[in-house]
Each structure stands twice: as C-alpha cells, then as structure tokens.
C-alpha cells in the first residue's frame, strides 16, 4: 500500500496547469516570478489568489505593493517562463530583458502574453512555503501569444530558487 506521501505525489504528477508570470511593483521596485499557483477565487468581484513562493525575492516586493499582474502565458513563451522562472531578481534584472509598462497598481504589466489581469491585493496569507495573494481584477486584456505554457511544458526549467526559504 502507497504512503500518503506517495499518493499526494502521484496526483500532484498527473496534474498540469498553466503557467503565469506574477509581477509586483513599488515606486522603488519591481519583481516577477513563474507562479504555478493561481487561480479564479471569486465570479462577483472577479477575484484570483496568487500563490507565491516565499523564498523568491519577488514574494517581498509583492508584500510591499499595491496589486499584482498575473500573465498567462502563450505555448511559444519558453523563453519567458525560463527567465522569470529560473533567474532570481536577487541576480538578475529580468525587467532589463523584456518589453513592460506600469500598471494601475505599481505592477510591471508585460507587453508579450496571452493575456493579463491586474488589481489591487485585498487579502493575503500564508499558506506554507507559499503566501496566497488574493487581487480584485480591475484591469485586464489580451496579448499577442495564443495558447496556453503548461507545467508539463517546463518539465526541464530549475527554479532560480528552492520552494522553501
């Protein structure tokens, strides 16, 4: 008979997902990350909760910001996922690589997605090796990629950082 460690293993291997670029901004910084974790919460107000790891350096910016972005990603945005998801902020200006305005809340809002929600923070936790962001969508669009970058797609991507700090 299976662990129950094995069987959480075994489900969490047989999921997929799609993956989002989460960034975060303050007047004197902005960080992003690859976040796996994120999903609708809410149908009126449109909510989504924003799991980040609280090892990334993009985990502290979000704590001192207004909102969050959140990107989905196109299926031809390898290179995109690669750097927000094994590059860290802590050595690398991953916003120096790629094309951005500032969103209505502070947040780096990417030009090159599928597309896009932006809103304001309005709770937070912690829920493990990760705190769970929750944002009011007030702003949102599509962008030029189609289809969606899968977790089963980044199967060969390190993380700039452990999950846990």
């Not at 009126?44 to 979000?62: G, H, K, L, Y």
């Not at 780096?108 to 309005?122: D, N, Q």
Request: with cysteine; hydrophobic share 40%.
């Amino acid at each position: 008979m299976a662990s129950e460690g094995e069987n959480s293993a075994a489900f969490v291997a047989a999921t997929d997902y799609p993956l989002h670029i989460v960034t975060a901004g303050t007047s004197e910084d902005v960080g992003g990350c690859l976040a796996g974790f994120v999903t609708q919460c809410s149908i009126d107000p449109v909510r989504f909760v924003v799991c980040i790891s609280t090892a990334n350096r993009t985990f502290e910016v979000a704590q001192r910001s207004a909102g969050l972005a959140v990107h989905l990603l196109g299926s031809d945005q390898a290179d995109l996922a690669s750097l927000f998801g094994e590059e860290s902020g802590d050595w690398t200006n991953k916003f120096d690589r790629v094309e951005w305005t500032p969103g209505a809340t502070g947040a780096p809002r990417l030009v090159e997605c599928a597309a896009w929600v932006e809103g304001p923070t309005v709770e937070s936790v912690g829920v493990g090796d990760h705190h769970a962001f929750v944002i009011e969508v007030t702003h949102g669009g599509a962008g030029p990629h189609r289809g969606r970058f899968m977790q089963s797609d980044a199967h060969d991507l390190e993380a700039g950082h452990p999950a846990q700090s």
